[in-house]
């Protein structure tokens, strides 16, 4: 049975993969600057009301967020790393624009997801054996399995990148995705994930409780939002290290009424390197 959750989880995905085509993003030279509005023909974003979302509402989010992820992969490219796993990836395009000669790209998803886009590759007729696809509940699978058995080399440095995701998760889900990618990361391998951060001294799960009441009546998606403090203390303790802890890199997401105060919730940058 489709969930309230679960309509409004596909309109996330589908508005994001909407509005980064709106963006003039980068390619390598072997890349396909077109993949992302190839891959996302006929997508629609209908909210949970079955009314067509508004895609340009999402813009002012998606315009620092997209070229940050953008920009690593790139970085990674050039410093000889030689494979991406894309986290979460829904109808990204990073393994189409950025495909190099060498690198291995993995997008991780939901079955249905993974399949939807599998045919949607299928139909663009354009060069996959640079990208594998694996399916993943990561409420409930072992990523690391999930990337053993996708043939990902865990003796190899990696990207992991997680653009959108750890929201959506529980808690514990999130520190058990952590850990299980920090299984496969060796010296040298960097983590990056865009982490919903709330003031200090709140209480994470009244924000979050205070969410679902005031903006999705009780049927919210939105699982993980922490202090920036707790998202570090995170981090630490399942492998990854935040370097320059100090500088935050953030988009203001939404406004919150916290008791005496309006709270902003931020989406984070966070990057990390294995401990």
């Not at 920009?71 to 000889?80: D, E, F, K, S």
């Not at 990337?147 to 520190?175: K, M, N, W, Y």
């Not at 924000?207 to 009780?218: H, I, L, Q, Y």
């Amino acid at each position: 049975m489709t969930t309230q959750a679960d309509k409004t989880l596909t309109m996330i995905r589908e508005v994001c993969a909407l509005g980064r085509v709106e963006f003039d993003r980068p390619h390598t030279a072997e890349g396909d600057p077109a993949a992302g509005r190839a891959l996302g023909q006929g997508l629609q974003a209908i909210d949970p009301g079955g009314e067509l979302s508004d895609i340009s509402l999402s813009l002012d989010l998606l315009a620092p967020r997209a070229p940050y992820f953008d920009q690593l992969v790139l970085n990674a490219i050039a410093a000889g790393t030689r494979q991406v796993v894309n986290l979460g990836a829904g109808y990204d395009d990073r393994a189409l624009r950025f495909r190099h000669s060498g690198v291995l790209f993995f997008d991780l998803d939901l079955p249905d997801i993974t399949a939807d886009k599998a045919r949607r590759l299928e139909a663009l007729d354009t060069d996959t054996t640079h990208l594998t696809l694996a399916a993943v509940d990561f409420a409930t699978a072992d990523v690391a399995d999930v990337l053993a058995r996708a043939g990902h080399d865990a003796q190899q440095s990696t990207l992991f990148i997680g653009e959108h995701l750890v929201l959506f998760l529980e808690p514990l889900d999130v520190a058990r995705l952590l850990a299980g990618v920090s299984g496969r990361a060796v010296t040298g391998s960097i983590l990056a994930i865009t982490a919903e951060v709330h003031p200090a001294g709140l209480d994470s799960a009244l924000v979050v409780s205070t969410v679902d009441e005031m903006m999705f009546a009780g049927a919210s998606p939105l699982h993980t939002i922490q202090s920036r403090d707790a998202w570090l203390t995170l981090f630490k303790e399942n492998g990854w290290h935040v370097d320059n802890a100090d500088d935050v890199t953030a988009v203001n997401h939404f406004e919150l009424p916290m008791a005496d105060q309006i709270a902003q919730i931020q989406t984070q940058f966070l990057t990390a390197t294995t401990a």
